[in-house]
Nanobody, 126 residues
Framework: QVQLVESGGGLVQPGGSLRLSCAFS????????IGWFRQIPGKEREFVATISWTSITTRYTDSVKGRFTISRDNAKNTVYLQMNVLTPEVTAVYYC???????????????????WGQGTQVTVSS
């Protein structure tokens, strides 16, 4: 059974940092593209970042470029999202997701990801 478990969320002040982790079980990460998405209640889920299985290709939504970094450790079956210079606008539930079909061309479309975690809350507030 495939499981994705996010952790690392919490409450942080503006300007602070958080590192989200997504631990996988039931699969190895070889040939999986991994993405991070977020959702605010009442709004659609939106793309944040994605990384190819070799880590060669990464993509970010414009609003987080230069502040967020996605990375992965395939040996540890874990993907990370380092979030710096946080602002209240990034407050949301963050989800990781896995896509086995596009290992070299990571997608920003959530419907192309077949496996999802349960999410972790990130709140940026003073």
């Amino acid at each position: 059974q495939v499981q994705l478990v996010e952790s690392g969320g919490g409450l942080v002040q503006p300007g602070g940092s958080l590192r989200l982790s997504c631990a996988f079980s039931g699969i190895t990460l070889d040939y999986y593209t991994i993405g991070w998405f977020r959702q605010i209640p009442g709004k659609e889920r939106e793309f944040v970042a994605t990384i190819s299985w070799t880590s060669i290709t990464t993509r970010y939504t414009d609003s987080v470029k230069g502040r967020f970094t996605i990375s992965r450790d395939n040996a540890k079956n874990t993907v990370y999202l380092q979030m710096n210079v946080l602002t209240p606008e990034v407050t949301a539930v963050y989800y990781c997701a896995a896509d086995p079909a596009r290992p070299y061309s990571p997608s920003s479309y959530d419907y192309e990801y077949g496996y999802w975690g349960q999410g972790t809350q990130v709140t940026v507030s003073s």
